[in-house]
């Protein structure tokens, strides 16, 4: 399977733990974006990088949480202490630079008690 | 502020009837227009998309129509099968936020038999 793959896609916490999660993106893509979907809702944007530059956060990524893409392929996605508020699923998607077309993971699904 | 909004979120059909699904948008320098599909438990996965410069797009049982004078967007998918029941999302993007989308709440779709 050549698509987007996350990882873990479950993850239960208790409310002040940190979590990661991980994204591979498309090998070929260089584009790689986080977004956050809780039930009911669109997906919302949360950052995106090109290549290994972050490019542009959300304002609704507070402080806690910090992603990474240290050598243009997979990213990393962590939220420290987190808050119930956390719960929901964080779907990676890629793209190819000037595509606005999105190819987006099965999500990782978080879950904080 | 920018916003993409669907008109309903529940659509229910019989099998074999068609389906329209509808969105507004209010952003009016948005410059192309994605329909996305989410099944169950995995991410969302590309449909169909339509730039600003056109105003109808067709592909395989599904069709996208833009009106810009009222800003609206909508989804047409001909002889509804039961694997088109998911939850339907439109998003838009501008060439001065190439790297993100913007996604309304989306309109679940039932198809009954």
């Known amino acids: 399977d050549t698509g987007v793959s996350q990882d873990p896609r479950h993850k239960i916490t208790k409310r002040g733990q940190n979590v990661t999660f991980r994204c591979d993106p498309i090998?070929?893509?260089?584009?790689l974006y986080w977004y956050r979907q809780t039930l009911g809702q669109g997906p919302e944007f949360l950052t995106y990088?090109?290549?290994?530059?972050?490019?542009?956060k959300s304002r609704l990524l507070s402080d806690r949480f910090s992603a990474e893409r240290p050598k243009g392929s997979f990213s990393t996605l962590e939220i420290q202490r987190t808050e119930q508020g956390d719960s929901a699923m964080y779907l990676c998607?890629?793209?190819?630079?000037?595509?606005?077309?999105?190819?987006f993971g099965e999500g990782s699904r978080l879950t904080v008690l | 502020g920018e916003s993409v909004g669907l008109h309903l979120p529940t659509l229910s059909v019989q099998e074999g009837d068609n389906s329209i699904i509808n969105c507004a948008y209010s952003?009016?320098?948005?410059?192309?227009f994605i329909w996305y599909k989410q099944e169950s438990g995995k991410g969302p996965q590309f449909i169909i998309d339509?730039?600003?410069?056109?105003d109808k797009r067709q592909g395989q049982r599904v069709t996208v129509l833009l009106n810009k004078t009222v800003k609206h967007l909508s989804l047409q998918i001909a002889a509804t099968q039961p694997g088109d029941s998911a939850v339907y999302f439109c998003?838009?993007?501008?060439?001065?936020?190439?790297?993100?989308?913007?996604f309304g709440d989306g309109t679940t779709l039932t198809v009954k038999p």
């Open positions: 998607a890629s793209s190819s630079s000037g595509s606005p077309r999105l190819f």
């Open positions: 990088f090109q290549n290994e530059a972050q490019l542009e």
């Open positions: 090998s070929e893509h260089n584009r």
């Open positions: 952003n009016s320098a948005s410059d192309y």
């Open positions: 339509i730039r600003s410069n056109m």
């Open positions: 998003a838009e993007n501008t060439q001065t936020n190439a790297g993100k989308s913007t």
